[in-house]
């Protein structure tokens, strides 16, 4: 195992263990000036082009990034909560329904890999 891995693997040890949204300077500040902040940037830069991290831009025009939990539901979606950031992984085969009602009303082919609703969950005022 290499250094540069090593310390991929602390910077994703770290993302992991994040239960909402969080920002490059908190990873750097938890790392306590092991990794540069150059390697942060480039390593999650890394993980939001393969998929494993979606980004956001924070009503306080912060860049803000959530770690998306694997999974090997081929029917899955994420709930990301607009107030207190957090991210709920739900398997739910009505996804189906809407990806057929984009393709054959809208003729776009959904991909879903990281598909995100955005909304308020209900401690933060989503209540029906």
Not at 8 to 16: N, P, T
Not at 22 to 49: A, C, P, Q, S
């Amino acid at each position: 195992m290499t250094y540069n891995t090593k310390q991929k693997d602390m910077i994703l040890d770290i993302i992991k263990k994040k239960k909402s949204s969080f920002l490059i300077k908190e990873i750097y500040d938890e790392m306590n000036e092991e990794v540069g902040l150059t390697t942060i940037y480039r390593f999650i830069d890394k993980l939001v082009n393969d998929g494993r991290i979606s980004k956001m831009i924070g009503e306080d025009n912060l860049t803000y990034y959530q770690y998306l939990e694997e999974c090997d539901h081929k029917n899955h979606f994420y709930l990301r909560c607009d107030v207190c950031g957090r991210l709920e992984h739900v398997d739910c085969d009505c996804i189906e329904e809407l990806k057929k009602h984009i393709f054959n009303h809208h003729k776009f082919s959904m991909g879903m890999e990281n598909i995100i609703i955005n909304g308020l969950c209900n401690k933060c005022g989503g209540r029906l």
